[in-house]
């Protein structure tokens, strides 16, 4: 499953939200990783196993989509193998200021070390992004990993990888508009998902949940 969520936090008074960044460039993300899987199955090359794309509501909400989906999926939790989750990744934040071929992964290595392993090893043969996990840490007090969809998937024993390119000045703010994206960078990301999702997607075996939370 590839998931993003696709709410924000709309119009408070006379102030627009338009959410370019969260989650705009994840839910474009998301599409254009369906549009890939679609176009190599109508060449006959599609994958060996079924992708769900899926965007969800709720998210700013308190992940309710996404909750909703792992209580009533469409296809059996058992025989999902992971969610692969897509949050925020059309900006630079401070740290990367000067970098921005770079993303935060969250929650690779918290089920499964395969999922961790094909991920990183993805990176180095197509997109060589910086991988940062400062926020997959244990102690991290920010608790991104609770705090998106993915983590539905998680709870219920399914691996899970949340890409997201930390947070930024207009966060949450009417000034997260379009023009701000970095494409390029977002591009970048969103081959890293669609070779993570394509390898997960045609390997003989499922990945092994292999890790005690």
Not at 4 to 10: P, R, T
Not at 54 to 65: A, F, I, P, R, S
Not at 117 to 122: F, K, L, S, T, Y
Request: aromatic share 10%.
């Amino acid at each position: 499953v590839v998931t993003a969520h696709y709410d924000h936090l709309g119009k408070r008074g006379q102030d627009i939200y338009n959410g370019a960044d969260d989650n705009g460039s994840g839910t474009s993300t998301v599409l254009e990783v369906a549009q890939a899987l679609a176009e190599d199955k109508s060449q006959g090359q599609g994958a060996r196993r079924s992708v769900l794309c899926m965007l969800v509501t709720g998210e700013e909400k308190g992940l309710l989509g996404s909750q909703f989906y792992t209580e009533r999926p469409i296809f059996p939790l058992e025989r999902t193998i992971v969610d692969i989750n897509v949050d925020m990744v059309g900006r630079v934040d401070e740290k990367y200021a000067d970098n921005p071929e770079y993303i935060y992964v969250i929650g690779s290595d918290r089920l499964s070390t395969e999922l961790h392993e094909i991920n990183e090893r993805m990176n180095t043969v197509y997109t060589q992004l910086t991988l940062d996990y400062t926020y997959n840490e244990r102690d991290d007090p920010n608790r991104y990993y609770y705090r998106s969809d993915h983590y539905n998937f998680a709870e219920k024993g399914i691996p899970a990888i949340f890409y997201f390119n930390g947070t930024h000045a207009d966060y949450h703010r009417t000034t997260d508009t379009v023009e701000k994206i970095n494409f390029e960078k977002m591009e970048k990301v969103a081959q890293l998902v669609f070779h993570t999702a394509w390898e997960l997607a045609n390997r003989d075996q499922r990945i092994v949940v292999d890790v005690a939370e």
